[in-house]
């Protein structure tokens, strides 16, 4: 069974750009979640889409922009970079339902550099 | 709100030394769900428990065994005779319902070394 496959692995911005982050998640697996981790932050909530649904957001700037797919792939997206936003970004998916919660299945992240 | 604190920022041990990972969680709901994750070199985190609320019963799978204390909000993790594959940062995570989805939020992990 394929693990969770993040899309790119690498990547070098400036400020100001946008990027665009891409996440697969683990087959029937319907939840996504992202993640920053940061030296200085840890890891830090985004976001939670169920079903092509945000049912949970962290405490990320209007920047921060998810959206997730029929076919449970999701997408995140940061405008007007910072360099503060330097980072690897992590998704991560579970195999729960609407009502219950389960253990989080981790992708290898994406490494963001913003110049 | 909820919150996790992994006071221990980084061990080191010697091989085949025990040791232990503490945990202390908050939270006011009283269905929740405690995790434990390893994030080796390598990048990627990786599950290794689940502990429901509901039942304080303690774990142990191979070398590592698990103490949750509802009483002190605590959920310990113990390696037994240590190996340095062990050696890798371990993160406390906490997951509770939050009107219909799930926000599962991490400590800042503490970073093993077995030498």
């Known amino acids: 069974k394929a693990g969770v496959t993040q899309t790119p692995r690498y990547l070098i911005k400036t400020r100001g750009q946008q990027v665009t982050l891409s996440c697969s998640p683990i087959?029937?697996?319907?939840?996504v979640s992202w993640y920053q981790q940061t030296p200085g932050q840890g890891l830090q909530f985004l976001f939670e889409?169920?079903?092509?649904?945000?049912?949970n957001k962290g405490n990320f700037p209007g920047r921060f922009s998810g959206r997730q797919f029929s076919n449970s792939r999701s997408e995140m997206n940061v405008s007007t970079l910072e360099l503060g936003d330097s980072a690897l970004y992590l998704c991560?998916?579970?195999?729960?339902?609407?009502?219950?919660?389960?253990?989080?299945?981790f992708g290898e992240g994406s490494r963001l550099t913003v110049l | 709100a909820q919150k996790v604190t992994q006071a221990q920022t980084e061990i080191s041990v010697v091989e085949k030394e025990d040791v232990t990972l503490d945990c202390v969680y908050e939270?006011?709901?009283?269905?929740?769900?405690l995790f434990w994750y390893k994030q080796p070199p390598s990048g990627e985190l990786v599950f290794l428990i689940r502990?429901?609320?509901?039942?304080?019963q303690n774990e142990i799978s191979g070398r590592y065994s698990w103490n949750f204390q509802k009483s002190t909000s605590s959920f310990n993790f113990t390696i037994t005779a240590s190996q340095v594959v062990d050696s890798a940062v371990y993160f406390c995570?906490?997951?509770?319902?939050?009107?219909?989805?799930?926000?599962?939020?991490f400590g800042a992990g503490t970073r093993l070394f077995v030498k």
């Open positions: 939270t006011r709901d009283t269905t929740y769900y």
């Open positions: 889409y169920f079903s092509e649904t945000q049912r």
């Open positions: 995570a906490l997951s509770d319902r939050n009107t219909g989805g799930f926000k599962t939020i």
């Open positions: 502990r429901n609320s509901f039942d304080e």
């Open positions: 087959s029937g697996h319907r939840s």
């Open positions: 991560a998916s579970s195999p729960i339902d609407n009502r219950n919660t389960g253990e989080l299945f």
